[in-house]
């Protein structure tokens, strides 16, 4: 019996350490094999799947790799190359890709043309870049997709819109937003929600329905769009079909997200004694019997329902691991004459904050049709439903900056020595105010956040429709 034991505990010793050996940071730094520079942002991506990282500054990346898989490093004007790490050192050199000049670009202001003709300041994302990044909307995929374009995520809250920025900010008062163009037609962007719940105005388009995005940062972009085009001008192309035979696609991805390195705060011992020692150097502290001068007041502990003292950490009541799950499903093709692409999107996505939550149920139809040698036409709409879901304000929307009812700042001045729930379970209230519960003569004017969260809704929905048709003649020449 002994033996049977021994051997039991040796086999999963070695099968913990076999488990182990599964998966090896590989650590290293990119560079341009022409100067030999190290190259910053380059993706670096395990092959086939969408764990990835990009190099920093100084061109080094780190990256965990189950074992036998290879990893793919790209970065724009560079050729991809897939390398098999030999050990956990790995260094890389990119070569220089001429082909990229070949490739067929949007400019807005003269049709479709290669980037060895273009002579303005154009950046190419493909759309497939785009759709293997595990985000709900095109303009997050943006960043560090294309040189001289920022991207900067203003909030945790979810479907909120991106800051972009061309070639830095360009005004002081006035938006530096550029101009979006999807599919010849001029977009509006920016948050149309008007609510403690956001609303993307582009979060309608699903990044597997782009083929590709073009970014046009210089003057030669107002040649067409005039002064609207002053922040720069991102054009957007949706996918059509193409020829052969029908091709049905599925692609589906589950993610998750949490907060991390939130400020570590007091717990109600420390907080209890730092705020009696304050009321001693003021003067103020005083537990017996109040007098004329001086009124009874102190900071003290008290207990629970099940005889436990209180001791609140107000992060667990705001901050959650919030799940994300996105699915589409597409179908296209072509032949001599018509073409189609149609997909159907159902995208859901709850926030690190309690109550915040985002949905999608968006479809995409494009059609082009040759009637003739001489006669085109086509269509495309594109519908999506989406609702956006908050039951407080988070204080990082616009407007509501420094609200002290904004959870990311209630967790921070609310007392830990005080329960949001009285012995009884009900909420603990004092007015439109928290209890103060065993601290006496404080006090406290924040609100109790958690019937706020249980009860309160500020929600929005978002109807969207986006369609055009054309009907094209070409001259008999």
């Not at 991102?234 to 997200?257: E, H, N, P, Q, R």
Request: net charge positive; aromatic share 6%.
């Amino acid at each position: 019996m002994k033996q049977k034991l021994l051997n039991f505990v040796l086999g999963l010793l070695l099968l913990g350490s076999h488990a182990y050996a599964q998966t090896r940071t590989v650590t290293g730094t990119v560079t341009g094999k022409d100067d030999g520079k190290t190259l910053p942002g380059v993706s670096v991506v395990v092959q086939g799947t969408r764990t990835g990282t990009q190099t920093g500054p100084d061109g080094t990346f780190s990256i965990k790799v189950p074992a036998g898989q290879s990893l793919v490093f790209s970065f724009i004007g560079f050729t991809s190359q897939t390398v098999k790490p030999g050990d956990e050192r790995l260094n890389v050199a990119l070569v220089g890709s001429a082909s990229a000049l070949n490739e067929v670009v949007v400019t807005g202001y003269g049709g479709p043309t290669t980037k060895r003709d273009n002579v303005g300041s154009l950046s190419s994302v493909k759309g497939k870049d785009l759709s293997e990044q595990p985000v709900q909307n095109f303009q997050q995929s943006l960043g560090g997709r294309a040189a001289g374009v920022q991207v900067t995520i203003p909030s945790g809250v979810v479907n909120a819109p991106p800051v972009f920025r061309i070639r830095g900010t360009n005004s002081i008062n006035l938006s530096s937003q550029p101009l979006i163009v999807v599919d010849g037609i001029i977009s509006i962007s920016g948050d149309v929600s008007a609510t403690n719940s956001t609303g993307n105005a582009l979060g309608n388009i699903n990044p597997e329905d782009i083929e590709s995005v073009q970014i046009l940062k210089d003057a030669a972009a107002t040649a067409i769009y005039g002064s609207r085009a002053a922040n720069g001008v991102i054009l957007v192309t949706t996918k059509k079909g193409k020829k052969g035979k029908t091709l049905v696609t599925f692609d589906s991805w589950i993610g998750s997200a949490k907060a991390t390195r939130l400020p570590k705060i007091l717990d109600a011992f420390q907080y209890t004694e730092i705020k009696n020692e304050a009321l001693r150097n003021a003067g103020l502290y005083n537990t017996g019997a109040a007098t004329s001068t001086a009124p009874t007041r102190f900071y003290a502990l008290s207990n629970d329902a099940n005889g436990n003292p209180i001791n609140t950490n107000w992060n667990d009541y705001v901050y959650r691991t919030g799940v994300t799950t996105n699915n589409t499903v597409s179908m296209s093709g072509a032949n001599e004459t018509t073409s189609y692409y149609l997909s159907a999107n159902y995208s859901k996505q709850k926030g690190i904050l309690q109550g915040n939550e985002y949905g999608r149920r968006s479809i995409l139809a494009n059609v082009d049709h040759a009637a003739s040698k001489y006669v085109t036409m086509g269509g495309k709409i594109n519908y999506s439903n989406e609702r956006n879901y908050a039951s407080a304000s988070t204080g990082s929307v616009s407007g509501t900056a420094y609200g002290t009812e904004g959870l990311g700042r209630i967790v921070l001045v609310l007392p830990p020595n005080i329960s949001p729930y009285n012995n009884d379970g009900s909420y603990n209230l004092n007015g439109s105010a928290i209890g103060t519960q065993g601290n006496t003569n404080i006090g406290v004017t924040y609100p109790n956040i958690l019937p706020i969260l249980d009860l309160n809704r500020s929600n929005n929905e978002l109807q969207h429709i986006a369609s055009n048709v054309y009907f094209q003649v070409k001259p008999a020449s």
